[in-house]
């Protein structure tokens, strides 16, 4: 039997709940969809992006997997996450095939890659 998966979510620890739900706000231009001080979701299309207190087994940082992105303007997106109080930690560069990617780490140490497919839907 053959199973078509889709990924559904992915979560990122944080040291603050209630900052990491501001700043997501901010740059998401959306109100979670479920906010408790345990968990915070937002729904994005069908995909979420779930932020919960750090632990001792899962905290904030860049040595995991790194989500990225879809946009339309790598540029913009790239300037607006600086804006708002990201750090860079690796520019927008061309990857070849049309495809630029970048990424940057939340205020809260978590990498957050941003991704510009040109001439694709």
Known sequence: MSHRLRLRSAISPVPDLARARAWYTEWLGIEPYFDESFYVGFD?????????????????????????????????EWARLLQIGATALSSPRDV?????????????????????ERGQA
Request: hydrophobic share 40%; proline share 6%.
């Open 44 to 76: 994005l299309n069908g995909f979420e992006l779930g932020l919960h207190p750090e632990s001792p087994d899962h905290r904030a940082g860049r040595s995991g997997a790194v989500a990225y992105w879809k946009v339309t303007d790598l540029d913009a």
């Open 96 to 116: 070849g095939g049309g495809v630029r990617v970048a990424q940057v780490q939340d205020p809260f140490g978590n990498a957050i890659g941003v991704i510009e």
